[in-house]
């Protein structure tokens, strides 16, 4: 049974940081890429950050980058996501999400396994 489990979301002021981990078992972790979506309330779930089998790889949504910084470690079946510089518009829920494939995509219906999402909060 595949499990992926976010960790790490909470509330901040704006200019702050938090790191969500992802981990993830019943599947062969190093062959999967992952992925960060989000998703506001009233809004479509989007793309945050993707990342390729090796970590070599990563995108970054245009709002994001230089702020977030997406790694894995797969010795721990474990993906990150770095987020610096918080804004407002970053609050949402965030998801982590498996692609049966060891290349990044930015599309949602890419992605096979989900976690249950983690919340993200950022105040002015």
């Known amino acids: 049974q595949v499990q992926v489990v976010e960790s790490g979301g909470g509330s901040v002021q704006a200019g702050g940081s938090l790191r969500l981990s992802c981990t993830a078992s019943g599947l062969p972790f190093e062959r999967y890429a992952w992925g960060w979506f989000r998703q506001a309330p009233g809004k479509e779930r989007e793309v945050v950050s993707c990342?390729?089998?090796?970590?070599?790889?990563?995108y970054n949504t245009p709002s994001v980058k230089g702020r977030f910084t997406l790694s894995r470690d797969n010795a721990k079946n474990t993906v990150y996501l770095q987020m610096n510089s918080l804004k407002p518009e970053d609050t949402a829920t965030y998801y982590c999400a498996a692609r049966a494939n060891v290349f990044c995509s930015v599309s949602i219906n890419d992605y096979k396994y989900w976690g249950q999402g983690t919340q993200v909060t950022v105040s002015s």
């Open positions: 990342i390729n089998w090796s970590g070599s790889d990563t």
